[in-house]
Structure formats: structure tokens, C-alpha cells
């Protein structure tokens, strides 16, 4: 299973908003209605910020969303503040249980 | 208030065993499906296993590189979560993650990550 395609970077200027692209295939992205999405600051355990492609946990601000287009899943940070700086993982169901993550997208805060 | 630690992470010669236990408290254990999540230095995340609750047959998954090799376990008396490791490999060096599970593929709570190291 390989892992899906997420840009290596993006960067917003606070107040902006930034979309953070997460690619995959029809047998994870596409397949299932499963994608995820985690924060990490550095030397920190990771945060899920959206599950189920577009829920948000309680406590996650409503700045967050997630969407999905056939295989490419998205998260859309409006509102950008400092805080948000961090490196941002996209996740995938696969089919019989197992789960693919991206490679992670550094979000720099201009 | 959720509480997952991690523990039993070190150095390890390659081919050597170890393994990794995940107390979990503030929550119904017994429940929750859990997972193992690894992160090599200077990496992305790695999902490797997962298991479900005994209620629906505790049943368990891996992913490829670890197939074979690694053992998810619980202790649902203890609220504790293992992962077996052996055969090791430098490849394997890395901070492992206990997560549960939300829903049916996502990882709600995080403990903070033990360090396993194999070199020789």
C-alpha cells in the first residue's frame, strides 16, 4: 500500500486561508468516506483535527474543514493564525482494516 | 480525562525483541479498538496495527512491513495494549504511538510517543 500524495509545503499569511491536498487512489481516497486528518507540532504526538472526511472532534475549531473529490481529499484551514504553524497528515482507510497516511505537509505561517 | 503511556521503548541490537506496553485510563478499555502508529525520525507517520475489542472477536491487522514480525496484544483486566517486536531491523527505529480508534479508521486519542532505537 502506498502512501498518499501530500505536498512536501504550503504557507499562508495570518488571517488567509490555505488548502492542504491529500491524493490517493480509488481503492483509499476514493473507495471509502474515511479520510482523517492530524496536526503535529514539533516534538508533540499528532492531533486528529477531522475525521470522516469532514467531522471535527469537539475542541477542534470550526477553521478546520476537510472535503473530498474522487481520489484527493482536502483540508482548508480559513482564518490562519500562528498557532496553526505545524506539520499536517493526512490518513486513509484501505480496505480489510489497514490504514495509509500521506507523507505530511509543513504549514508555515507567513 | 483520556491518559495513554507509552513505555518499554530503548536500543536494540538488529534481530533482537522488545516490547512496548501502552496504559490506557480515562476511558472504557475494554471497548476500544486501538493501534499502534510508529514515526521514524524525520518522518512521516506509519500506521502498523490494530486491534479490536474482545467484544467483537479481538481480532487484529498489520501493515506489510511489520507482518509476521510484530504481535498486538491486550490486557483488557490492566487497560494495557502491547506490541510485541522481533526480528528487528534499523528500518524500525522509530517513535511508536498507542492511539484509539474513531470511528472506523481514525486515530482520536494519541499517548506521547516511546522511542525504540535498533543499532548495533
Redesign the interface.
Known sequence: QSALTQPRSVSGSPGQSVTISCTGTSSDVGGYDYVSWYQQHPGKAPKLMIYDVNKRPSGVPDRFSGSKSGNTASLTISGLQAEDEADYYCCSYAGSYIWVFGGGTKLTVL | EVQMVESGGGLVKPGGSLRLSCAASGFTFSNAWM?W?RQAPGK????IS?IKSKSVGGTT?Y??PVKGRFTISRDDSKNTLYLQMSSLKSEDTAVY?CTTT????????????TLVTVSS
Open positions: 493501534n502508529v512521516g507517520l506509519e500506521w490494530h491487522d501493515a506489510a504511538y474513531l470511528g472506523i479508521a481514525a486515530a482520536g486519542f494519541w499517548g506521547q510517543g
